[in-house]
Every structure is written in structure tokens, then in C-alpha cells.
């Protein structure tokens, strides 16, 4: 579940942290930030382990904080491919089941990797499985807070760094003749209402398998 | 920054408990500085990863409970991360089992899963509350299940 990464990273001391030791006032700083943040195509960073090398401290001119270059390792939140991890139900929706693991909420289970056959009932917004036994089908529903055993099929990287003034300026193609003189700022496009946010770290996971799925199905 | 290597070294979720409660220890010393404005990320992240994984096997274990079980299973030949996700999850039963170890059913016969199972349960500790009244659980479902 958990990986140790190693980083390198200049970190900015402010003259007014002076009087702390360097190393605390380095791992203060790296926790800053980093801590409960996605680092693109690393994990879910979760906190500093250790500081491998401290080189010198520089101060430049302008500027009175001090600048070190620091190479550490961090406790990163990244399950491996096929890694089984257990979860809660946050909610179902049509596009599958959320889970969440309290640090980590993205994680989805699409409808194709439920046990099959499933079903969504609108009326409840719930999925559930129609397990068919000699006696008969039962539907056993997957509720919201139930725990639930998956296994991590994918993992989705979105890069969710800002993005410059151009991509609002591409509602307007055809408008060579414009270049040279700076265009009327077209009107933003309007938010759509409630604009959604994309994860940055995504898992998705599949409960096709015995074993999977919610605890109480296999809890004798 | 420059992630210089993205998988140094997996972890087991006993060390990152270990270490966060350490530091929790370490914070809660200094004071009034986890309360500024930039420290709130690290505290919720502490606070949520503390919660989830106080509720799995890895906060009843100890380094030494590891070392014992990581050599228990040397004869066993499973993957490194075979041992860690029982090492994890403390499976109790066969299907548990059969989900960590890859191909489990060419690779381990019964009886060698059976033997897991008991190694698993020996070495590491298992919730105390679970593990009492689920015998007398147990022995009701049986009777019912069989009518």
C-alpha cells in the first residue's frame, strides 16, 4: 500500500526560522509541502521518513531566506497492480461503486468488475449483486459505510497543474485576421455550475473474484 | 523537485503506523505550530491514515512479530508482495489466501494453505474482540445453516 520514494528538492528557510535546528525546520518545511498532496504518476504523499543528504545552504542576493538542497524519502500512499485493499462504500452512482479509505476517496469500481449479475436500483441508488443459489436469487445490496475488499485494477494519473491563459482563448479558432491586435478578452467560458474537479490520483478497482466484495458475504 | 526513485523500498503498513504515531508523539510536544495555517494537510492526512489503519492487524504488531513472521515464511517461497499483503491483512481463510498468492492452487496444495492460515493466525496478533465472540457465533450459524 505504502512506498518509500526518494526526492531531491531545494528547500526555502525564511530568516525568521533562523533559530530552529535546520533539520526541523527542513522537515517542517517538506511536510508543508507535501503532505496530503498527488505528486503526477508518484502517489499520494502521506509524510516525510527521512532526510538522506543536506547539502550546503546558499543565501542569494535579494533574498535573506536560505536555500538547501535536500535528499529525502517519502511515505508515498501508491498500492501496486493486483494489491487487495479494503475500503468503505462511499456511494453508488451509475458509473459504479465509490470507495473511499478515509485518507483516499477516489476509488471507483466500475460496473463491469462488480459480481456479476449486478444491478443498479435507481429507487435507492444502490448497487447489488443477484446471488443465485439452489434456494433461489438473493439480491445482497452494497450499502454506503459497508466494508468492502477489492483488488486495484488501474490507476489514473491526471496532470491537474493550472493551466495557461490559451485554453480559454481556443473558443475562438477562426479568428486569424485578430492575431496581431490583442482580442476583445473573449467572455470565459462560464463555469458550468458546480465545475467538476478532477482527481488527480484515481483508482479503479474490480470484487469479480471470491474473496471480493463486501466483508459480510465471506464472514461466515 | 525530482523524484529521483518512485519505488525505493515498500512498506508495511505497520512501519508507516509506527512512524506516524511517532510523530504524532513528537508534535503534540511542540505546541502550538501544528495549529498554523500550512500544517493542516499534514495533520489531516496524519489524522486519516492513523484512523484507517489503527482498525487493520498492522496496529497489534511489533517489529519482532515481523521478523518472526517474515521467517516462518522463507520456506513457503512467496513474492515479496505475497508476504507483505499477508502481513497486512492477516488472512483467515482460504479464499483470503487464495486472492494474495498469485496461481495459489498450482503453487500451494491444501495442506500448505492450511498451514498459512495457522502461521498467519499464530504469529500475528489477531482483535481480541473479534476473535471471542465469533466462536460462540460460529457454532450458532452452523446449527441454523444446516436446518
Given at each position: 500500500m505504502?512506498?518509500?520514494?526518494?526526492?531531491?528538492?531545494?528547500?526555502?528557510?525564511?530568516?525568521?526560522?533562523?533559530?530552529?535546528?535546520?533539520?526541523?525546520?527542513?522537515?517542517?518545511?517538506?511536510?508543508?509541502?507535501?503532505?496530503?498532496?498527488?505528486?503526477?504518476?508518484?502517489?499520494?504523499?502521506?509524510?516525510?521518513?527521512?532526510?538522506?543528504?543536506?547539502?550546503?545552504?546558499?543565501?542569494?542576493?535579494?533574498?535573506?531566506?536560505?536555500?538547501?538542497?535536500?535528499?529525502?524519502?517519502?511515505?508515498?500512499?501508491?498500492?501496486?497492480?493486483?494489491?487487495?485493499?479494503?475500503?468503505?462504500?462511499?456511494?453508488?452512482?451509475?458509473?459504479?461503486?465509490?470507495?473511499?479509505?478515509g485518507f483516499?476517496?477516489?476509488?471507483?469500481?466500475?460496473?463491469?468488475?462488480?459480481?456479476?449479475?449486478?444491478?443498479?436500483?435507481?429507487?435507492?441508488?444502490?448497487?447489488?449483486?443477484?446471488?443465485?443459489?439452489?434456494?433461489?436469487?438473493?439480491?445482497?445490496?452494497?450499502?454506503?459505510?459497508?466494508?468492502?475488499?477489492?483488488?486495484?485494477?488501474?490507476?489514473?494519473?491526471?496532470?491537474?497543474?493550472?493551466?495557461?491563459?490559451?485554453?480559454?482563448?481556443?473558443?475562438?479558432?477562426?479568428?486569424?485576421?485578430?492575431?496581431?491586435?490583442?482580442?476583445?478578452?473573449?467572455?470565459?467560458?462560464?463555469?458550468?455550475?458546480?465545475?467538476?474537479?478532477?482527481?488527480?490520483?484515481?483508482?479503479?478497482?474490480?470484487?469479480?473474484?471470491?474473496?471480493?466484495?463486501?466483508?459480510?458475504?465471506?464472514?461466515? | 523537485?525530482?523524484?529521483?526513485?518512485?519505488?525505493?523500498?515498500?512498506?508495511?503498513n505497520y512501519?508507516v503506523f509506527?512512524?506516524l504515531t511517532?510523530?504524532?508523539?513528537?508534535?503534540?510536544?511542540?505546541?502550538?505550530?501544528?495549529?498554523?495555517?500550512?500544517?493542516?494537510?499534514?495533520?489531516?492526512?496524519?489524522?486519516e491514515t492513523l484512523k484507517y489503519l489503527s482498525k487493520t492487524?498492522c496496529s497489534?504488531?511489533?517489529?519482532?512479530?515481523?521478523?518472526?513472521?517474515?521467517?516462518?515464511?522463507?520456506?513457503?517461497?512467496?513474492?515479496?508482495?505475497?508476504?507483505?499483503?499477508?502481513?497486512n491483512?492477516?488472512?483467515?481463510?482460504?479464499?483470503?489466501?487464495?486472492?494474495?498468492?498469485?496461481?495459489?492452487?498450482?503453487?500451494?496444495?491444501?495442506?500448505?494453505?492450511?498451514?498459512?492460515?495457522?502461521?498467519?493466525?499464530?504469529?500475528?496478533?489477531?482483535?481480541?474482540?473479534?476473535?471471542?465472540?465469533?466462536?460462540?457465533?460460529?457454532?450458532?450459524?452452523?446449527?441454523?445453516?444446516?436446518?
Amino acid at each position: 500500500m505504502f512506498v518509500l520514494v526518494e526526492m531531491v528538492d531545494t528547500v526555502r528557510i525564511p530568516p525568521w526560522d533562523f533559530h530552529k535546528q535546520l533539520n526541523e525546520a527542513i522537515a517542517e518545511e517538506l511536510n508543508k509541502k507535501l503532505a496530503n498532496k498527488v505528486v503526477y504518476n508518484v502517489g499520494l504523499c502521506i509524510c516525510l521518513y527521512d532526510v538522506t543528504k543536506l547539502d550546503d545552504s546558499y543565501i542569494f542576493p535579494g533574498d535573506g531566506a536560505a536555500h538547501t538542497k535536500v535528499h529525502f524519502r517519502y511515505v508515498v500512499f501508491h498500492p501496486f497492480l493486483d494489491e487487495i485493499l479494503t475500503g468503505k462504500i462511499k456511494y453508488c452512482s451509475q458509473e459504479g461503486v465509490h470507495v473511499t479509505m478515509g485518507f483516499f476517496d477516489d476509488i471507483l469500481i466500475p460496473p463491469e468488475s462488480l459480481q456479476q449479475p449486478a444491478k443498479f436500483d435507481e429507487a435507492e441508488q444502490v448497487w447489488l449483486w443477484e446471488y443465485e443459489t439452489d434456494e433461489g436469487a438473493h439480491d445482497l445490496y452494497m450499502d454506503q459505510g459497508e466494508e468492502i475488499r477489492f483488488r486495484v485494477t488501474d490507476e489514473v494519473f491526471v496532470d491537474t497543474s493550472p493551466t495557461g491563459p490559451t485554453a480559454a482563448q481556443s473558443d475562438a479558432p477562426a479568428q486569424a485576421g485578430q492575431s496581431t491586435a490583442p482580442p476583445p478578452p473573449p467572455p470565459p467560458p462560464p463555469p458550468e455550475e458546480g465545475e467538476k474537479k478532477e482527481a488527480p490520483y484515481t483508482l479503479i478497482g474490480t470484487i469479480c473474484e471470491p474473496g471480493l466484495g463486501l466483508l459480510s458475504w465471506w464472514n461466515s | 523537485m525530482e523524484v529521483k526513485n518512485a519505488n525505493s523500498a515498500m512498506l508495511s503498513n505497520y512501519e508507516v503506523f509506527k512512524l506516524l504515531t511517532d510523530l504524532k508523539e513528537q508534535r503534540k510536544d511542540s505546541g502550538k505550530t501544528k495549529h498554523a495555517a500550512g500544517h493542516q494537510n499534514l495533520n489531516t492526512i496524519m489524522y486519516e491514515t492513523l484512523k484507517y489503519l489503527s482498525k487493520t492487524p498492522c496496529s497489534r504488531q511489533s517489529p519482532e512479530i515481523v521478523k518472526e513472521f517474515l521467517t516462518t515464511m522463507m520456506p513457503h517461497k512467496l513474492t515479496k508482495a505475497e508476504k507483505l499483503q499477508l502481513l497486512n491483512h492477516r488472512p483467515q481463510t482460504a479464499v483470503e489466501i487464495q486472492l494474495m498468492v498469485e496461481e495459489s492452487e498450482e503453487r500451494l496444495s491444501e495442506e500448505q494453505i492450511e498451514d498459512l492460515i495457522e502461521t498467519v493466525a499464530g504469529i500475528l496478533p489477531g482483535d481480541p474482540e473479534q476473535e471471542n465472540p465469533a466462536s460462540a457465533d460460529a457454532d450458532m450459524d452452523e446449527g441454523t445453516k444446516e436446518t
